[in-house]
C-alpha cells in the first residue's frame, strides 16, 4: 500500500505535469511519474519498501506450506497450534495479495517489475558500472542498494546474491510463488473472477518467457515446462471454464485470451524487453504523432509494467524518465520473447483485430507491433548477425507478422475502406519489412555470402533459417494485395515510387534470381517459390495496367539482339532502367529480357533456369511474343527435363512433337500468333556469332522443338494462307545434310524425324518448297536412300511421302513444260530406280534375310512411286518411249502384289506398313476414284485376294487383332474403290479374277461386324461404314451391266442377286435385307454405326456440294431414307443395344434430317417425301416440339 501512495501521489495528471494526452485512467494504464526518482528522500523510503516485500517474498517461498508434499509430510503442523496458526496466517495474506493486485492494476504492475528485476538480474564485477541485462539504472541501484539479510554474513543484497547458486535458489523459488500451474499463482485471477482484464495472465506469461531465455540450465528447463504446462491447459477441450452459475464466464472469451490473457499488451511487452526500453521510447513517440483517437494512444502505450511519464520541458525529469528505462535484455532471452511472439501471432490470427476495423485508426495493434519488430530487426542487423539465434527468431517473427498485416491490409481493401491513413500505415510497414527482408538477402544474390566452416554446423542452419524466413516474406508480401499497390514497392526491394507513373522496377527480381542462383541446395525451392510469387505479382499488375489504361499503345524496337544475353547484371543497374513517363508494359518486357537470358544460362542453376523459363512463359509471352518466342525455344533444349517441359508447354509443342498432324487450331498454336516472318527472322535468320543463339546454336532437342513450333505456327488458323516455308524447308534440309552418314543419338533421331514431317508437309502444298528440295544438296537421291535405310520409321515414311510429292509435280522434271510425256518423266525422276529398289527389298519378305526397317520404308517408297506413275500415266502425253514405260508397269505391279502379299505377315510393323501403303498407292483426292489401268489389274486382284484372307484372318477368334484389323478396313475400302473400273473386267489364264475378289473382300467387311475382333473394339462398325462408303461412292453415276436403279428389291435376300447388283445397291440391300435381320445382337448394333457412317457420308457431301445430290449412292439412300429411320429408331429400342450403337442411332436420325435439307433446298425431292419422314420422326419421339 506504501508503494502504491507512493507511486499515485506523482499522477503525470498533477498539476505541473506537462503530459497532453489527457482523460486517460492512468491508474489502469499503470502509468506513473518520476518524481520519486528525483527526490532522495521518497526514493529511499520508495526503495526501502521494494526491499521489504522482496524479503517478504522470499520468505513466504520458503514456507513449507507452498509444498504440497511436504504439507502431506509435515507432522508436526498437525500437532504445533502455533505452526499451524502461522501457516494459516500466511496463506490468508497471500490471498489477500493476489486479491490487492487483482483489483489495483498500478500495484501488480509495480510487482510485475520487481519480479522482472529479480529474474533478470545476474552479477557483475564489484568495479563494473554496467547495468545486467533487462534491467534499467534505477531498477539496479535499488535491488543492489538493499541491505543483506543478518543470516549471510553479507552487507547489501548485492554481496548476498553475488554467486550464482544463491541467486538460482532465489530465482527458482520465486519462479513457483507465480507459476500457472503452482498454488498461489501470484499474478493469476481467482477461478471465479474470470480472465478480468487478462494483465495477471500475461504478466505470468511474461515471466515465464524471460526466465525460458535464461542462461542457467536448471531455471531454464523449470520456466519452460511451467510455460509449456500452461499453454496445454485447454489443449483438445472444446469448452472453456464455467462460472459458478454453470455459464461461461466471458462469453466473448476465447482460449487465447485464457491461455495468454492481454495479447497486445503481452507481445509489447515482450517486444520492448528485445529492443529496449529508450529505442522503445522513440517508437512511442513517433507512434502517438500518427494518432489523434485516444482509444489508439492507449494500445501503443499498453504494457504489464510501469509506464513512466516526465515533463518534456524538466531536463531534470526526462533524466530521470531515461534512468527508469530498461537496456535489452540478454540475447538468449530476446530469442525465447521473439519465438514465443512468433507462436501468438501464429496461433491467433485475430490478434491483431480491433472492434472497429472500419475506422481509419483501427491498425493500431498492427502498426504498433510491426514498427516493433522492425525496430528490432533493424538492431540486429550488423556483420556477423546472421548466424546467431535472435536473428533467425526476428526474422521469423517478421514472417508471420507479415502474414497478418498483409491479412489485415487485404481486408480493408476488399471492404473498400476508405482509411487512406491506415492503409498508407500499413503499407509503410510492408514496405520497410519488404526492404529489411531484401538487405538480408542481398549479399546471397550476389554471390558474397561466405559459407560456414564445416565446424560451425549450428551457424549455416541458423542462416539457412534466416534466409528460409526471408522468402517467407517475400512470397506472402508478393501474393497479397500489397504487390499491386501503384507504389510497386514489392518490385523495388521495398523502395517505395514517388509517384503512381513511376516504372516498374525490376530490383527485387534481380535479387531473387541472384539468389536462386547462388543458394544453398536447400533453400532453392523456396527461392524458387519466391520466384513465382513475384511473378504472379507481375502478372497482377500487367493486368491492372491493361485494365486502366497506363500502357502507351505504341510500337517498341525490338530488343537489341547483340546485347550479351550473359551478362551479369546488379540491383542498381536494373532499377535505373529509363522508362517512359507512364508505365509500360512493354518497358518493363525490354529491361526483364536480359535478366532471363542471364539466368537462362546453362552455367546458371536448375532453380535459376526454372525461374527464367516460368517467367519467360507466364509473363514475357503476354508482353513481347517475338522475344519470348525465342527464348522458350532455347530452353526447350536445357539439360533439366523441368524447364524443358515448362518450355515446351509454353510453346504448346509438348504433346504434338513427333505427331504427323501439324494443322494445329488456336489452342494448339500461341494466342495472338504472331506474323510467322518475324518468328522466322529471329529464330532462324541472323550472325551465328550473336550473343543471343540462334537455331544454328542450340542445342538439338532445343532445335527439334524450333522445328515443330515453326511449323506449326505455319499452319496455324492465323497464318494458314500466309508465310513463306522456304526457310523452314531450307533449315530441316541443312540438317538433314550435317547429318547425313552419321550414327545418330536418339535426340538427333528425333530431330531428323522432325525434319522429315516438315519436307513431307510442305512438299505436299508449296511448290517453293519441291524446287527447294529439288536444288538442295540433300536432294532426291538422298532423300530415297534414307527413305529405305534410315533407323526411323517416321522417317523412311515421311521420306517417302515427300518423295511423292516431289514425283507428281511434273513442273520440277524435263524442262520444266506440262506437256512432258510419260516416258520422259520416268527417266527424269529416275522413278524406275527407286521402285527396283523397292521391289528388291519387298522380295525378301518371304526369304530369311529380311530386314524390317528396310521393308518398312520400301513400303512407303514404292507405294509413293505407285500413286506417282499412276497419276502421271493419266496426265501426261502417250508415251514415246515405251521401253521405260513397260519396265516401270512391270515394277508397280510388282510392288503392289508383293504388298498385298505383307498384309498377312507375322511381324506387325510390317503388316501395318504394307496396308498403310496400299492405301498411299490407291489414294486419290477427286469425288471419283481414277479408272484402274489394265496392267494392274492381275496385281491388284492378288492383293485383293491377299487383303480377303488377312481380313478373315486378324478378325477371327484365334489371331484376332483390331489394330491389324482397322488398318485392313482402311486400305479394303480404298481398294475397292480404286478397282471399281475394273470390276467386270475378266481375263482368261489369270489366277485370281478381279471381280469375284473384290465380292469376296466386300464380305470380308461384312462379316467383320459383329465377329470376334468387334468385340474387342467395337468402333471398329464406324471404319467398316467407311470403307462401304468408299466402295458405294468410287463413281458418281453411270451405266451398270446388272442390277437398274428401278428394281426393287426381293422380300428375301438372295446372295446370288445381291453379287450381281451394282455397289451402292449392293451395300445397302446387304446391310437391310441380311445383316439388320439378323438373331445375333451384336450383328446388329454394329450395324447402327455402319448405317451412320453411310447415310453421314451422303449428308456431309450433298450438304457441301450440291452437285454431289445426283451421285448414284446419294440417290440410292434417299431413295430408301425411310428404311435408314426405321432402322434407328427399331434399333434404339432395342434394349440390347449398346452404348455406340444408341449414339450412332441418334447421330444417324440428325445425319437423315440433314440429307432430307439437302434435297429439299436443291427441289430434287417430293414434297410429300419430306413430310412423311418428318412425320414419322415426330410420331416415334411423341409429336413433341423440343
Not at 10 to 25: E, I, K
Not at 298 to 316: E, F, K, N, P, T
Not at 772 to 778: A, K, Q, R, T
Amino acid at each position: 500500500e506504501f508503494i502504491g501512495s507512493t507511486l499515485q501521489s506523482v499522477d503525470p495528471n498533477a498539476a505541473g505535469s506537462n503530459n497532453n494526452d489527457t482523460g486517460v485512467d492512468w491508474d489502469t494504464q499503470q502509468a506513473v511519474g518520476v518524481i520519486h526518482l528525483l527526490d532522495p528522500i521518497a526514493k529511499t523510503r520508495h526503495n526501502q519498501a521494494y526491499h521489504l516485500i522482496l524479503r517478504c517474498l522470499e520468505r513466504v517461498s520458503n514456507n513449507p506450506t507452498e509444498s504440497a508434499a511436504a504439507r502431506r509430510n509435515n507432522e508436526v503442523s498437525k500437532t504445533d497450534p502455533s505452526t499451524t496458526e502461522s501457516n494459516v496466517s500466511l496463506v490468508s495474506s497471500l490471498r489477500e495479495t493476489k486479491q490487492l493486485l487483482s483489483s489495483r492494476p498500478i500495484l501488480s504492475a509495480a510487482m510485475f517489475d520487481l519480479f522482472t528485476d529479480v529474474m533478470l538480474y545476474n552479477p557483475v564485477p564489484a568495479n563494473s558500472t554496467l547495468v545486467p541485462s533487462g534491467l534499467s539504472t534505477a531498477s539496479y541501484q535499488c535491488l543492489v542498494g538493499g541491505a543483506a539479510s543478518q543470516s549471510s554474513g553479507a552487507k547489501t543484497w548485492k554481496d548476498e546474491f553475488s554467486t550464482r547458486s544463491n541467486l538460482r535458489r532465489l530465482k527458482l523459488k520465486l519462479l513457483d510463488l507465480v507459476a500457472p500451474c503452482r498454488r498461489f499463482a501470484l499474478f493469476l485471477p481467482e477461478k471465479s473472477e474470470g480472465i478480468g482484464s487478462g494483465d495477471g495472465i500475461s504478466r505470468t506469461v511474461a515471466l515465464m518467457t524471460l526466465l525460458s531465455g535464461d542462461t542457467d540450465p536448471d531455471i531454464k528447463n523449470k520456466a519452460e515446462s511451467y510455460l509449456r504446462s500452461h499453454m496445454d491447459t485447454y489443449r483438445g477441450r472444446k469448452e472453456l471454464p464455467l462460472g459458478e452459475n454453470g455459464e461461461a464466464q466471458d462469453q466473448n472469451a476465447t482460449t487465447q485470451d485464457y491461455l495468454l490473457g492481454n495479447s497486445v499488451s503481452l507481445a509489447q511487452t515482450l517486444l520492448v524487453f528485445s529492443v529496449g526500453g529508450a529505442s522503445s521510447l522513440i517508437v512511442d513517440k513517433s507512434l502517438r504523432a500518427q494518432y489523434t483517437n485516444d482509444e489508439a494512444k492507449l494500445i501503443i502505450q499498453s504494457r504489464l509494467g510501469l509506464r513512466y511519464s516526465a515533463d518534456s520541458a524538466v531536463a531534470s525529469q526526462q533524466k530521470a524518465l531515461l534512468s527508469s528505462t530498461r537496456t535489452k535484455v540478454s540475447e538468449t532471452a530476446v530469442t525465447s520473447c521473439l519465438k514465443f511472439v512468433a507462436k501468438m501471432m501464429d496461433d491467433n490470427p485475430k490478434m491483431l483485430a480491433q472492434t472497429n476495423m472500419e475506422r481509419d485508426e483501427s491498425d493500431a495493434k498492427a502498426v504498433s507491433i510491426g514498427t516493433r519488430v522492425l525496430a528490432i530487426l533493424g538492431d540486429l542487423k550488423r556483420p556477423g548477425s546472421s548466424t546467431k539465434p535472435t536473428m533467425e527468431a526476428a526474422v521469423s517473427l517478421l514472417n508471420s507478422l507479415c502474414v497478418r498485416i498483409s491479412m489485415f491490409y487485404d481486408s480493408r481493401l476488399d471492404g473498400g475502406s476508405n482509411a487512406m491513413g491506415s492503409t498508407g500505415r500499413l503499407r509503410q510497414i510492408l514496405a520497410r519489412a519488404m526492404a529489411g527482408t531484401c538487405s538480408i538477402l542481398a549479399p546471397t544474390a550476389s554471390g558474397e555470402s561466405s559459407s560456414p566452416s564445416s565446424n560451425s554446423t549450428r551457424a549455416a542452419n541458423i542462416q539457412i533459417e534466416v534466409r528460409n524466413s526471408c522468402y517467407g516474406v517475400v512470397s506472402t508480401l508478393a501474393r497479397s494485395k500489397f504487390s499491386v499497390d501503384t507504389h510497386y514497392a514489392v518490385f523495388d526491394c521495398g523502395k517505395t515510387a514517388e509517384s503512381v507513373s513511376a516504372a516498374i522496377s525490376t530490383s527485387t527480381a534481380v535479387m531473387l534470381f541472384g539468389c536462386a542462383a547462388n543458394e544453398a541446395d536447400v533453400l532453392r525451392p523456396r527461392a524458387t517459390s519466391a520466384l513465382d510469387a513475384l511473378l504472379g505479382s507481375y502478372v497482377r499488375v500487367v493486368e491492372v495496367i491493361n485494365q486502366t489504361g497506363h500502357t502507351k499503345a505504341s510500337a517498341q524496337p525490338t530488343p537489341n539482339a547483340d546485347e550479351n544475353p550473359w551478362a551479369t547484371l546488379t540491383a542498381t543497374t536494373a532499377s535505373q532502367q529509363i522508362l517512359s513517363d507512364h508505365v509500360s508494359a512493354d518497358a518493363l518486357a525490354r529491361s526483364l529480357f536480359p535478366l532471363m537470358w542471364t539466368a537462362s544460362n546453362p552455367k546458371k542453376s536448375k532453380s535459376s533456369r526454372i525461374g527464367a523459363v516460368r517467367w519467360t512463359a507466364s509473363l514475357l509471352l503476354g508482353l513481347d511474343k517475338v522475344n519470348a518466342v525465342h527464348l522458350l525455344c532455347f530452353l526447350t533444349g536445357d539439360e533439366d527435363m523441368t524447364v524443358s517441359m515448362i518450355a515446351k508447354q509454353a510453346l504448346r509443342v509438348d504433346k504434338t512433337l513427333g505427331e504427323d498432324d501439324v494443322l494445329c487450331t488456336k489452342d494448339s498454336a500461341v494466342d495472338d500468333t504472331v506474323p510467322f516472318e518475324e518468328l522466322v527472322h529471329i529464330l532462324l535468320i541472323g550472325d551465328t556469332e550473336s550473343p543471343r543463339p540462334k537455331y544454328a546454336r542450340f542445342h538439338v532437342r532445343a532445335q527439334t522443338a524450333t522445328i515443330r513450333f515453326l511449323l506449326q505456327q505455319l499452319y496455324s488458323e492465323d497464318s494458314l494462307y500466309g508465310g513463306d516455308c522456304s526457310r523452314l524447308v531450307a533449315t530441316a534440309l541443312n540438317s538433314l545434310a550435317s547429318y547425313k552418314g552419321k550414327t545418330l543419338s536418339r535426340e538427333e533421331t528425333d530431330l531428323i524425324d522432325e525434319c522429315s514431317i516438315v519436307l513431307s508437309t510442305c512438299t505436299s502444298n508449296s511448290r517453293d518448297a519441291r524446287k527447294l528440295v529439288i536444288g538442295s544438296g540433300f536432294g532426291t537421291a538422298d532423300l530415297s536412300a534414307q527413305a529405305l535405310t534410315s533407323n526411323s520409321s517416321k522417317t523412311r515414311r515421311h521420306f517417302a511421302l515427300a518423295m511423292g510429292h516431289l514425283y507428281e509435280d511434273q513442273s520440277l522434271w524435263g524442262d520444266g513444260s506440262q506437256d512432258l510425256s510419260l516416258g520422259s518423266w520416268a527417266k527424269s525422276t529416275k522413278l524406275l530406280f527407286s521402285a527396283k529398289a523397292c521391289e528388291e527389298s519387298l522380295h525378301t519378305l518371304s526369304g530369311t534375310n529380311l530386314v524390317v526397317g528396310q521393308v518398312h520404308g520400301a513400303a512407303f517408297l514404292g507405294a509413293a512411286c505407285v500413286r506417282a506413275f499412276r497419276l502421271a500415266a493419266e496426265s501426261s502425253n502417250p508415251d514415246t518411249n515405251a521401253k521405260i514405260v513397260d519396265k516401270c508397269w512391270e515394277r508397280i505391279a510388282s510392288i503392289v502384289s508383293l504388298l498385298g502379299e505383307g498384309l498377312a505377315h507375322a511381324d506387325v510393323a510390317i503388316g501395318n506398313a504394307c496396308s498403310r501403303g496400299l492405301v498411299v498407292a490407291f489414294s486419290y483426292e477427286s469425288r471419283d476414284a481414277p479408272i484402274l489401268n489394265g496392267r494392274l489389274f492381275s496385281a491388284f486382284a492378288k492383293a485383293l485376294a491377299a487383303l480377303n484372307g488377312a481380313l478373315k484372318r486378324f478378325s477371327s477368334i484365334d489371331h484376332s487383332d483390331a489394330t491389324r484389323a482397322g488398318s485392313l478396313i482402311e486400305a479394303a475400302g480404298l481398294l475397292l474403290a480404286a478397282s471399281t473400273s475394273g470390276a467386270g473386267h475378266t481375263q482368261s489364264g489369270t489366277e485370281v479374277d478381279l471381280g469375284p475378289t473384290r465380292l469376296q473382300c466386300v464380305e470380308a467387311l461384312f462379316a467383320i461386324l459383329g465377329s470376334t475382333v468387334y468385340r474387342k473394339d467395337d468402333e471398329l462398325a464406324l471404319s467398316v461404314g467407311e470403307a462401304l462408303a468408299r466402295y458405294a461412292d468410287a463413281l458418281g453415276s453411270g451405266e451398270w451391266s446388272t442390277g437398274k436403279d428401278c428394281e426393287e428389291w426381293p422380300e428375301k435376300y438372295d446372295e446370288v442377286y445381291a453379287s450381281a447388283l451394282p455397289p451402292h445397291r449392293h451395300v445397302l440391300f446387304t446391310l437391310f435385307q441380311r445383316d439388320l435381320a439378323a438373331s445375333n445382337p451384336l450383328k446388329r448394333n454394329a450395324c447402327a454405326a455402319a448405317l451412320l457412317a453411310l447415310v453421314g457420308h451422303c449428308a456431309r457431301n450433298a450438304n457441301a456440294d450440291e452437285s454431289s445430290i445426283q451421285r448414284s449412292f446419294v440417290l440410292e439412300v434417299w431413295k430408301h431414307l425411310s428404311l435408314f429411320q426405321q432402322a434407328f429408331l427399331k434399333l434404339l429400342a432395342d434394349p440390347k443395344s449398346k452404348q455406340l450403337s444408341r449414339e450412332s442411332c441418334c447421330k444417324g436420325l440428325a445425319a437423315c434430317r440433314g440429307l432430307v435439307a439437302a434435297m429439299a433446298a436443291s427441289d430434287c425431292s417430293d414434297a410429300q417425301d419430306v413430310t412423311v419422314l418428318n412425320d414419322k420422326l415426330l410420331r416415334a419421339f411423341g409429336q413433341t416440339t423440343n
